[in-house]
């Protein structure tokens, strides 16, 4: 038995389970909880998952990897049909949750985070900038021919997950200010990448679905004037504005983009209406046991679930719920999808070599020579200042880990070519020159930056502090 408080007691396992068995169940879920708490586990996921799509459309099973995402998904109401490859599912639907987790994230920092105020946003702002523009350059000085440019956006866009990943590989070496500037030159770099998504990879505009997808817009933003503050009542009419997405010839998942910083990212209650709420459900409790009547929880518990849910704005509370099922689900399912490439016997040729040189290249090389060039002109200009305790050795580290593309940069890829040689081609300079950038920024890391704890221990015994 476990102490309830006030004097109760409840049972050290719920009714109906078995004692020993639930105990096993506690203790595998902390050991699981704790490995999702590590930030560098959603990376190494999707290195396996990778890894698991390359071996599989290079074995000999890999007709069954063809014809996996090749499945046609659909839906038929009598005579409409309405049918796609389970390969397009995960792209232009599944990855919509993904998209809207982005605008969430972007929402919240223009807020109360690194980009609430021009001072914190000016150097990753401008670094994010020159990490994409010197990247383009160079692929399109390798790969710009008419028959292959279209890639250019490819090497553009920096992955999180592997690049917060790599920086807890290194651990106590990474200052905090590090990891605060990574974030955020990854965010204005989803930025980047989307508006290149929005305005370079879309093939013309129907001005029906753009009027579909504005009426969606326009509904939630009349609910929230109303007050709605149900999340599942917003649904339907973001469902509506990827349809208009769709119809409109724009790629469905900036929808998703759209509708995440339309998410309101001030709650609604104070903390001091949330205590007032926990007080008062005490109370009821407590007068209900007193009299004698029948301890009825249900009314208490609402009103303690409704203050609990509205004293946290939308933004964090749909970005912490959705956080793990885009990491440890969606992405992984799109790594599965799409990084499956087939190597041919003799390689990848011509006009497709060009395209993994031109992008490879640009993660490798040109995103820490952009990022570097970029920090330099705004630091002399006095745009931006480093922040306190960085150096140019941390921005040499931020540029290499920032060359990990991979998520983002695949797909941009899926939507640059649809020549499956030329995408074959995108996809392994993306791959190859994410986990060659990952390589260098650790090795880089581990030289540049020094382990406190071995500084504190030559220098007399100083405290170290956790990155």
């Known amino acids: 038995m476990e102490m309830a408080g006030r004097g109760e007691t409840r049972q050290s396992a719920p009714p109906g389970a078995w004692p020993p068995l639930h105990r096993l169940a506690r203790r595998a879920r902390g050991v699981i909880d704790r490995v999702l708490e590590i930030e560098s586990a959603s990376g190494l996921l999707l290195v396996t998952v990778a890894v698991i799509a390359m071996a599989w459309a290079n074995s000999p099973w890999a007709d069954s990897y063809v014809r996996l ?12 049909v309405f049918e796609r490859s389970l390969a397009w599912f995960v792209n232009d639907v599944v990855m919509v949750v993904f998209f809207f987790v982005a605008g969430l994230e972007i929402r919240r920092e223009m807020h109360d985070g690194e980009l609430s105020e021009w001072r914190r946003a000016a150097l990753p702002a401008i670094a994010a900038l020159g990490g994409m523009v010197v990247p383009a350059l160079i692929y399109l000085v390798i790969a710009g021919d008419p028959l292959t440019r279209r890639g250019w956006g490819t090497p553009v866009a920096t992955d999180i997950a592997f690049a917060v990943g790599i920086l807890s590989i290194l651990g106590r070496r990474v200052p905090p200010a590090l990891r605060v500037l990574l974030l955020a030159l990854a965010v204005i770099d989803d930025v980047g990448a989307i508006v290149v998504i929005a305005v370079f990879y879309t093939s013309g505009v129907e001005a029906t679905g753009l009027a579909i997808a504005g009426t969606a817009v326009a509904t939630i933003l009349a609910m929230q004037a109303a007050g709605v503050r149900s999340s599942l009542a917003y649904v339907p009419p973001a469902a509506v504005a990827w349809a208009g997405t769709y119809l409109a010839g724009v790629h469905p998942t900036i929808a998703g983009v759209v509708v995440g910083l339309m998410t309101p990212v001030r709650a609604w209650w104070l903390p001091s209406d949330l205590r007032g709420a926990l007080t008062g459900a005490l109370d009821r409790l407590g007068d209900s046991r007193t009299s004698g009547g029948s301890q009825d929880v249900a009314d208490p518990a609402r009103a303690v679930a409704f203050a609990a849910r509205e004293a946290r704005s939308p933004v964090a509370r749909h970005a912490e719920r959705l956080q793990p099922w885009v990491a440890y689900g969606i992405m992984p399912a799109f790594a599965l999808a799409n990084a499956g490439v087939a190597i041919s016997a003799g390689g990848l040729d011509g006009p497709a070599a060009r395209v993994v040189a031109g992008v490879a290249v640009g993660l490798v090389v040109g995103k820490p020579i952009g990022v570097l060039i970029a920090c330099a002109l ?10 306190t305790g960085l150096g140019w050795r941390h921005l040499v580290v931020l540029g290499a880990v920032a060359g990990v593309g991979f998520t983002m940069s695949l797909f941009v890829a899926q939507l640059a070519f649809a020549d499956p040689y030329l995408l074959a081609g995108a996809k392994s300079g993306t791959l190859a020159g994410s986990v060659v950038a990952a390589v260098v920024g650790i090795g880089i890391g581990r030289i540049l930056l020094e382990d406190p704890r071995r500084a504190t221990a030559g220098g007399g015994g100083g405290r170290s502090t956790s990155a």
């Open 69 to 80: 995402w090749d499945t046609p998904v659909g839906v038929r109401v009598g005579p409409m």
């Open 378 to 387: 705004a630091i002399r200009l006095g745009v931006a200042a480093l922040p």
